[in-house]
């Protein structure tokens, strides 16, 4: 199976801060990697798929990129409505497997 | 609007049975590939299970396999998950989602807002 890793597992970020969280696979998953967004009480959002391609109607300060086993995502200017718990996914083969996330906290 | 509505959680004892389903509005159901992932009490997402539009083709998580069985009706836009001999670490939310297109190399576009199953006597 592909586990995922993700740094840092905890961020305190200010608004306005650009923040960058990584995930690293286990082995390549070519750019079949997803990023998602949860808040406490609420279901995932997906906000990246493709490693850097940014679903609809999410800001474009979202971002993302990488390939084979090393992916980023970047918000470049932290809102306050983005302080959340972020996870990577990859799609790459079966079992498809999240990282463990990534929680984005108010500094 | 496209969206999946879980139902079906609920307090189960360990080794029972429940069956979840999730329902599908807004999109044309038989087309896409859909996903159950569940999250436990403070800890992260857990991928459970998929399985193709025409259903012919499913897929389950190791700790999932053999209890856990994925199926759906594409007459009445309905995604299920039957589970067998529940555990306690079953006990989680559970989440349908819609794949992109297919669910591998694609994504999971759309969620539910869950359904929680607990397992204890």
């Given amino acids: ?107 | 609007e496209v969206q999946v509505l879980e139902s079906g959680g609920g307090l189960v004892q360990p080794g029972g049975s429940l069956r979840l389903s999730c329902a599908a509005s807004g999109f044309t159901f038989s087309s896409y590939a859909m996903s159950w992932v569940r999250q436990a009490p403070g800890k992260g997402l857990e991928w459970v299970s998929a399985i193709s539009g025409s259903g012919g083709t499913v897929h389950y998580a190791d700790s999932v396999k053999g209890r856990l069985t994925v199926s759906r009706d594409n007459s009445k836009n309905t995604l299920y998950l039957q589970m067998n001999s529940l555990r306690a670490e079953d006990t989680a939310v559970y989440y349908c989602a819609k794949c992109s297109s297919s669910c591998q190399t694609g994504s999971f576009d759309i969620w539910g807002q869950g359904t929680m199953v607990t397992v204890s006597s």
Avoid: H, M
Wanted: hydrophobic fraction near 30%.
């Fill in chain 1, 1 to 107: 199976d592909i586990q995922l890793t993700q740094s840092p597992s905890f961020l305190s970020a200010s608004v306005g801060d650009r923040v960058t969280i990584t995930c690293r696979a286990s082995q390549g998953i070519s750019s079949y990697l997803a990023w998602y967004q949860q808040k406490p009480g609420k279901a995932p959002k997906l906000l990246i798929y493709a490693a850097s391609t940014l679903q609809s109607g999410v800001p474009s300060r979202f971002s993302g990129s990488g390939s084979g086993t090393e992916f980023t995502l970047t918000i470049s200017s932290l809102q306050p409505e983005d302080f959340a718990t972020y996870y990577c996914q990859q799609l790459n083969s079966y079992p498809f497997t999240f990282g463990p996330g990534t929680k984005v906290d108010i500094k």
